[in-house]
């Protein structure tokens, strides 16, 4: 049923995000080598690889936090070389980090509204005098900090200091403070790392109601394979830099460049795609 969702969508609008060439090399190592694929509104993209397959590269090129020596990256249209790092949240990008990047020491509603900070620049003259405006942006703020604590069941835990929480609840408050920033394409890295088993059955539904809900587009890095293929519209699988497969859940999983990628050649069955990712989690 995804599947159609992102064919349709696929057909019928522009890519939100396209890539094309993209080329990054450290001293020696090609991290990425060439790689391209688009994402239209509304997909879920899974893009998965083994270990060092390039996968992080290329989330940190999507942030800006990395540059390319070839190749191009657009978002809605535009060139995203061409924009400064620090307007990545307000242009439309968000992301979670597999090791979090949270505030510890602050309460998850003050982490969560901090994500709400990037739309809210009433001017230094209206905020150093408080003139009307500031009060109403403050407002907004405060009422969509609520509204996502609220998405992500975070509500019992609002007023607690996020080092005080279990990992699987950070996880959803660094994903609450990312959506308060309202993006168009959210980059989730590794959100499946070090969940425990109720929390992951719960993650796949999550993904696809804020989805549904925020009409967000998700470009989604992952290792559990499970998590994929259930809610991704296409996968595309690196290995060594290069995109090896680029296609439906189930046409990625079957290609024969991914089993080698994740098996090696001595042709071990294909459910242990699932093993390893499990045993890297563990
Ligand atoms: N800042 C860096 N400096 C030097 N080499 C780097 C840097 N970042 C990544 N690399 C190298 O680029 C290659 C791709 O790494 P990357 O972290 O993108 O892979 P990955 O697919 O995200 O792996 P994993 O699943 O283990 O997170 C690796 O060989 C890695 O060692």
Known sequence: ??????????????????????SVRFGGIVALDGVG?????????????????????LFNCLSRLYGWQAGRIEFAGRALDTLPRH????????????????FTSMTVRENVRVGTHTHQHAGFLRDALRLPGVRRLEEEAEARTEEFIALLDLGAVADRRVADLPFGTQKRVELARALAARPRLLLLDEPACGLNHEELEGLGDLILALRARLGLTVLLVEHHMGLVMR???????LNFGRKIAEGTPEAVRRHPEVIR??????????????????ARAA
Not at 87 to 102: E, K, P, S, V, Y
């Open 231 to 237: 809610v991704s519209d296409k996968v595309v699988a």
């Open 87 to 102: 307007r990545m949240a307000a242009l439309g990008i968000g992301r979670t980090f597999q090791n979090l990047a949270l």
């Open 1 to 22: 049923m995804t599947q159609d969702f992102g064919d349709r969508h696929a057909a019928a609008v522009a890519p939100l995000l396209r890539i094309e060439g993209l």
């Open 261 to 278: 990628a994740y098996l090696g050649d001595d042709g071990a069955a294909e459910p242990a795609l699932e093993v390893r990712q499990h």
């Open 37 to 57: 694929f688009d994402v239209a509104a509304g997909q879920v993209c899974g893009l998965i690889g083994p270990n060092g397959a390039g996968k992080s590269t």
